[in-house]
T-cell receptor, first 114, second 119 residues
Framework: NAGVTQTPKFQVLKTGQSMTLQCAQD?????MSWYRQDPGMGLRLIHY???????DQGEVPNGYNVSRSTTEDFPLRLLSAAPSQTSVYFC?????????????FGSGTRLTVV | AQTVTQSQPEMSVQEAETVTLSCTYD???????LFWYKQPPSRQMILVIR??????QNATENRFSVNFQKAAKSFSLKISDSQLGDAAMYFC????????????????FGKGITLSVRP
């Protein structure tokens, strides 16, 4: 099925470990983004990209890196995990113009940093 | 910068009744899109309904409808004939339509409201 594939669904990390959350979409969307969801905070934008080779920071970028080498993939890297990064992470994609301007979301990753 | 406010953290409705979820937003733009997303316990984000600001007609999708008041910057969601499967967290979100750049393409979310449905 067409959509956004996000892996893993669950992850436990120790403080200081690094990891990469994977995100892939097959809808040829130009725009891809990463959000984190925390209780009472809604979803907050971490990083986004408007195409291969182009990325930019969102509201809460500290401690995260992204890259976009292809249209399809947009991985999120945690460089040195901290307990404050315990959250649910969503990858989402969209057309920059056209379509219904809504986002397609991945199924989310619940990350716990101990 | 745009902001989205959902001031009610929780609401409850009796099965088969109607409930309205409130959302207000702040923007200086005249052209934008508004969305309601549903997040059930499965965590999946599901688009419920969207509204284009330049359209005066309120959007409807089966049992879901919106009351879009552009001047008041209000965008409420009405769920009719509530069902047990409607129990979820609901997020209101805003997206600019002024220019399709990266910065303008982000979705700005409210904090969400948890809806419970009583059998």
């Amino acid at each position: 099925n067409a959509g956004v594939t996000q892996t893993p669904k669950f992850q436990v990390l120790k403080t200081g470990q690094s990891m990469t959350l994977q995100c892939a979409q097959d809808m040829n969307h130009e725009y891809m983004s990463w959000y984190r969801q925390d209780p009472g905070m809604g979803l907050r934008l971490i990083h986004y990209s408007v195409g291969a080779g182009i990325t930019d920071q969102g509201e809460v970028p500290n401690g995260y890196n992204v890259s976009r080498s292809t249209t399809e993939d947009f991985p999120l890297r945690l460089l040195s995990a901290a307990p404050s990064q315990t959250s649910v992470y969503f990858c989402a994609s969209s057309y920059l113009s056209g379509g219904n301007y809504g986002y397609t979301f991945g199924s989310g990753t619940r990350l716990t940093v101990v | 910068a745009q902001t989205v406010t959902q001031s009610q953290p929780e609401m409850s409705v009796q099965e088969a009744e109607t409930v309205t979820l409130s959302c207000t937003y702040d923007t200086s733009e005249s052209d934008y899109y508004l969305f309601w997303y549903k997040q059930p316990p499965s965590r999946q984000m599901i688009l419920v309904i969207r509204q284009e600001a330049y359209k005066q007609q309120n959007a409807t999708e089966n049992r879901f409808s919106v009351n879009f008041q552009k001047a008041a910057k209000s965008f409420s969601l009405k769920i009719s004939d509530s069902q047990l499967g409607d129990a979820a967290m609901y997020f209101c979100a805003y997206r600019s339509a002024v220019a399709f750049t990266g910065a303008n393409s982000k979705l700005t979310f409210g904090k969400g409201i948890t809806l419970s449905v009583r059998p």
